[in-house]
């Protein structure tokens, strides 16, 4: 089983974080569906009910729900590479600074890289 993660597919930070960890995903854990398909999922509607677009949202294999920088970190324990930075990011006291961190860039990222125009599937 994979763990799934949703993004933004009109964010180019999104979009470029996205091909990066796919790369570094050697062991093949992370399947993406961006957030503008997940009415095509009936079993992942109930998301876009939530602030599936302020923050990175996962599901994984288990079925939790991460959010936000639960995620990045999450995800970063998943790559044999950036593992260790994962479990150091889990540590509780850089949960405020973490959260602070993720919704600054979060608020900001399409000031800052725009938004890339999906086509029509």
């Known amino acids: 089983m994979k763990h799934i993660v949703f993004f933004d597919a009109s964010c180019p930070l999104c979009s470029t974080a996205k091909q990066v960890i796919q790369k570094l995903d050697w062991l093949d854990n992370v399947k993406w569906i961006p957030v503008q398909n997940i009415e095509n999922y009936e079993r992942f509607r109930f998301l876009a009910k939530g602030d599936v677009y302020d923050r990175i949202h996962m599901m994984s294999f288990k079925g939790d729900i991460y959010k936000g920088h639960e995620t990045v970190r999450k995800v970063l324990t998943l790559l044999p590479v950036t593992a260790v930075l994962g479990w150091i990011l889990h540590l ?19 000031d800052w890289f725009g938004t890339k125009q999906l086509k029509a599937i």
């Open 92 to 110: 509780p006291f850089l949960d405020p600074y973490l959260e602070s961190l993720y919704k600054w860039v979060s608020d900001n990222r399409h």
